[in-house]
């Protein structure tokens, strides 16, 4: 799974989590929802911006680190 792929599956996961729908998650972070599906199946490449508007509402962080090798 590609690291797009593994955002899109948590963005979605918390999304059903919290009970909030694809159009009123998209609607909150304006964003299209078009966008916001490509983004959840992986199909998408967002932009820092879209990502942090997304996390903000879901209560998620975006983060990095060195990976351990």
Request: net charge positive; glycine share 6%; aromatic share 2%.
């Amino acid at each position: 799974m590609t690291a797009i792929q593994q955002i899109g599956r948590i963005i979605q996961e918390r999304r059903d989590h919290m009970r909030i729908t694809q159009r009123h998650l998209a609607e909150m972070a304006d964003i299209g929802i078009n966008t916001l599906y490509k983004i959840e199946t992986g199909q998408a490449n967002p932009t820092l911006e879209s990502l942090q508007k997304i996390t903000d509402i879901l209560g998620l962080e975006i983060t990095l680190q060195v990976k351990k090798i």
